[in-house]
Structure formats: C-alpha cells, structure tokens
C-alpha cells in the first residue's frame, strides 16, 4: 500500500514535466518521459497486485479464526444460553456478521489504509509545489470532519439494529421451514406468509435508514472537493495569469488536487461500511467474552473408577429466579440399579436427569456421584461418565453408523452393529439404501420417529457408559421394538446405574426402585408392588393407565 501511495504521488509530477516539456519543446517527452509513465504503472501495478492478495488474505485469515472461535466458544457455553438464544439468532452471526466484517476488513480497512497513505503522499507532494496553495485547500477538510463521524455513529447504530433484525428473520425462517408440515397440516400458510412478511418489511425499514445514512457522507464530500477545485482554479489560474507560476506548476498541482479527492471521497464513504463492520464486531466480542457459568473448579479433579452411587441431598433448583422447578429433594440412587422416576408432566423429573451431567447448577443441595460432589470434578471426565438418551432425539445428517458412534468416534463397525442389535435396530438398518452407510437427512428426516430413536439408544449403548439416563427413551416405540428394546436395556444396566424417567407405568414395574416426584418434591418411593398398596399418586396414575390399555382393544373393535 505505501508503494501505490508513493507511485500515485508521482502522478502530477509527470504531468508537470510533461506539460513544461511540451511548452519548452523539450524532445524528452518522446522517450524518457514515457518509459517514466511505463515504470511507475509497472511498479503501481505489481504493487496493487500484491497489496490486494496479501490484504484479502490476512482478512479471510482473521474472519476464520474469529468463526472458529465463536463456534468453540458456543459449544462451551451453558445449555441455558444455547437455549434461550434462537437459533437463527447465533446463525446470524456466522453469516450476516461475518459478512459486514469480511467487508470492512478486506476492502474497507485496505482501501482506508491505501486512500490514507495516497492523500498523505499527494498532500506532502502538493506542499512540495506549492504550500500556500495547498493550506487553501485543506482547511476545507475540516468542515466535513465532524458531521461524518456523527454519520458514523448513527450509521452504527442502525447497522446492529439490522443485524438484530435479521437474526430475528433467520430464526422465524427456520422455524418455518422446520415445521413446514404442521403448518400445511393446520392450513396456516397465510399465517406465516404474514409473520414473515412483517419481518422482512422490518428489515427493509432498518436497511434503508442505514443506506441514507450512508448516502448522506456522498454531498458533503462532493461540495467539499468541488469548493477545494474552485479555490486552486482561482489562486493558482490567477497566479499564472500574473506571471508568478509556470502552467505546468499549475496543471500538476490541479491534477494533484484532483487525485487527492478522490482517495479522501473514499475515505468518507468507507466510513459508514467501517461502522457497519465496527457494529458488527462488538457484537462478536459480546459472544467471545462471554463466560459460561458452569465451569471447571481451579481444584477439580478427575471423576474415575465410577461405580455410579447417585444421592441429591436437599436439592433446589428454578430456571427463573422465584419459580422453583425442584424444591429440596433428596434422591439416592444405588450403584448398579435401575431407578425410575414418574409422575406428572412438569413435576420435575427431566430436571432431575439435566443436574447429574452438570447442565446445570443447584440453587442449593448437592448432587453426588460416589460421594464427589458434580462441581468438584471436571465436566469432561464427569460427561465421560454419563451416557443420556432423551425423548427429543437428536441425529445429525450423517450416515447411519456415524450417528450411532457419536459418542464413542473410534468404534469399530462390529461394535457399531452390536449396539444396534441390542438396541433392536439392526435389522432395520440393513434393509437401508446404504445399510449404515445411509445418510439419515436433517435431524434424521428420513427415518421414522421409532427408528431415530433406536438409534439414539444405540449410541447411547456404545458410549458403555457406567450411569445411563433415559428420559422416555421408548416413548416412539411400538410393543415390538419395545419389548426387544427393554430386553436390550435390562441386559445393558446389568452392573450399571440406570435412571429412567417413563410416563407409561408399564415400562417401569421391574425397577428397582420407583420415586414418585410431584411439584418439584419427592411424594412417593418404593417398589411396584409397594406403591399400588400405599393407594397415592402412584397408584392414581396406574389404574389411569391400565384403564386406557384395557379400553384400546375394544375401542380399535368398535372402529374396526
């Protein structure tokens, strides 16, 4: 950049030359003047080149590494965070972000930089010629100075009010397209159209106030150039008129003055995109600097040789301040049995299973695993430890075999197989396009509910983890895949913790021991048997449920 800068300074010099040796009839102008003009475009060029792929690269470089370490810094981040921030939201700053900054780094700071060092280069050329010509021209600069940083203030500010509104438009995108089924299902595409339709309306407002904010910098740098021109033509035409400059002092001084405003017009309009990208860039550095709360202790220590004891003692917890989910609850969970935990929908029992793995902290009371405290060991080892198998099945648009060894990546093919036989999904693997080399599509659209979570439970299988959480693990089963996949899960928690959480009763009656968890507190424990005889919630819920098993026969009869 400096070398374009110095070889563009030469820029009026040549013309002076050229001008006084055509008035002096200097025969030069026909030989060593136009290897001068070849020389400094050559070197002008090379220069360019260069200045352009090395500043294009620098710029990818650090948009790269600022994605990498927004990514890595979300998926350290606290599951709280992750959940109440839409997606499209975080996708927006690795696309409509990254974008603003891509352009303020690779052509708005190069050509800021470049523009500066030529008008510096031209200025200091132009006090060279002529410095009382040059003083008439720049106290002129400092009149736009103050309005183009207000505009450049402003422009900021409505730039990350764009950048907010189009995260907002991703999310809404996404949630449309996600759930385009149920949205044809309910005949609710004019709805949509209009929510969307207001957003992008939305935008479009945002996006125009920042376009006349960038358009206002245009006039002013516009009259500034065109009264500094006035002003040269005046004193110096005035000058050689009475004989105290020569022509060619004042054809390159006036072509100086020419090349010098355009890199400063840049200079102003580079502004509004350097404050797009500005306000861009705090918004990165907000997610950067973020901390997550649920970090690793300076003391903690690796949790090994798990054996899988799991107490809490006296444990509270509310995701919103004032509202608690669990209020003191004290749970102990034997090494080696299977626990299971029920009630109603909202009780509190998903929460349960969240604060084992540390998603997150209690309030107060301590979770336990062989006695260490969660947040006293690392997350990773305490992670290592746990394998977890939900009813929100998540799959990645991997193949097959991939999906299943997710959790445990360097398993071979016949340990990938063998998890799938025992969480009965093999057979239906084979009979894929690929066998499990098939690629299951987006969040596994090409597999039906049943079977993506039968893969999901084979994952959990290969991780051989020593404590196993199942939240409705077999909720999307039907009585076939389930009965084999209660078999695999029986022979699985052999030796293993196990706590499952079922709303469907029968899935639990051979547990080792049942906790009935109600409004946060625990309500109820015991065996089966234990709980039908104590006439509570426990048994409320099950002569509900064997009512409705008994009345399905006959109500598929009366359809049938």
């Known amino acids: 950049m400096a070398v374009v800068a110095g070889t563009s300074a030469l820029y009026p010099w040549l013309v002076e030359l050229a001008v006084d040796m055509l008035t002096n009839a200097d025969p030069r102008i026909l030989t060593l003047l136009p290897a001068a003009i070849i020389a400094v475009t050559f070197t002008r060029g090379i220069a360019s080149y260069g200045q352009s792929v090395l500043s294009q690269s620098m710029s990818l470089r650090v948009i790269a590494d600022l994605q990498k370490a927004m990514f890595a810094k979300l998926m350290q981040a606290d599951l709280a965070m992750m959940q109440s921030a839409p997606t499209g939201t975080l996708i927006s700053r690795f696309t409509n972000d990254v974008n603003l900054m891509r352009d303020a780094l690779s052509r708005t700071m190069t050509a800021m930089i470049r523009d500066f060092l030529t008008a510096v280069a031209l200025i200091g050329w132009m006090f060279y010629a002529d410095w009382v010509l040059t003083l008439i ?12 940083l207000r505009l450049g203030r402003r422009l900021r500010r409505a730039s990350a009010n764009v950048q907010t509104g189009l995260g907002s438009l991703t999310s809404t995108l996404g949630q449309s397209f996600g759930g385009i089924r149920l949205i044809k299902a309910y005949g609710m595409e004019s709805y949509e159209s209009g929510r969307s339709d207001a957003q992008f309306d939305e935008v479009y407002r945002l996006i125009v106030k920042t376009v006349k904010g960038r358009a206002r910098s245009q006039p002013i740098m516009e009259i500034l150039g065109g009264v500094a021109v006035a002003l040269v033509l005046a004193y110096g035409g005035y000058r050689v008129i009475s004989g105290n400059g020569t022509l060619g002092e004042f054809v390159g001084f006036l072509s100086a003055i020419i090349m010098v405003l355009q890199p400063i017009r ?141 959790g445990n990546p360097t398993a071979d093919r016949a340990a990938i197989e063998a998890a799938a036989t025992d969480a009965a999904a093999h057979d239906f693997i084979r009979q894929l396009p690929d066998g499990y080399d098939t690629l299951v599509g987006e969040r596994g659209a090409k597999l039906s509910g049943g079977q993506r979570q039968r893969i999901a439970i084979a994952r959990a299988m290969l991780k051989n983890a020593p404590i196993l959480l199942f939240d409705e693990a077999t909720s999307a089963l039907d009585a076939e895949a389930e009965r084999q996949v209660q078999g695999a899960l029986a022979r699985l928690a052999q030796d293993r913790t196990t706590i499952v959480i079922a709303h469907r009763l029968a899935t639990v009656v051979g547990a080792d021991l049942i906790y009935v968890i109600d409004q946060g507190r625990v309500v109820e424990s015991g065996v089966h048997d234990q709980l039908l005889a104590q006439n509570g919630l426990y048994a409320r819920l099950a002569r509900l449920q064997f009512r409705a098993a008994e009345a399905e026969p006959a109500s598929a009869a009366a359809i049938g």
């Open 137 to 148: 021209v720049i106290v002129t600069f400092p009149v736009a100075g103050r309005p183009i």
């Open 266 to 406: 840049s200079l102003g309009n580079l502004n509004a995109s350097l404050q797009e990208g500005l306000a861009a860039v705090k918004r990165t550095f907000e997610l950067l600097d973020s901390e997550p709360k649920i970090t690793d202790r300076p003391d903690a220590q690796a949790l090994e040789n798990v054996s899988g004891h799991v107490q809490f003692d006296g444990v509270t917890f509310a995701y919103a301040p004032g509202d608690p989910v669990l209020d003191r609850i004290t749970l102990d969970v034997p090494a080696g049995q299977t626990v299971a935990l029920v009630g109603p929908s909202g009780a509190g029992k998903s929460t349960v299973l969240n604060l084992i793995p540390r998603f997150y902290d209690t309030d107060s009371g301590t979770v336990r695993i062989d006695g260490h405290d969660v947040r006293d060991v690392t997350l990773a080892s305490l992670r290592d430890q746990v394998a977890l198998v939900s009813q929100d099945v998540t799959l990645f648009n991997d193949t097959v075999a991939a999906n299943i060894a997710f």
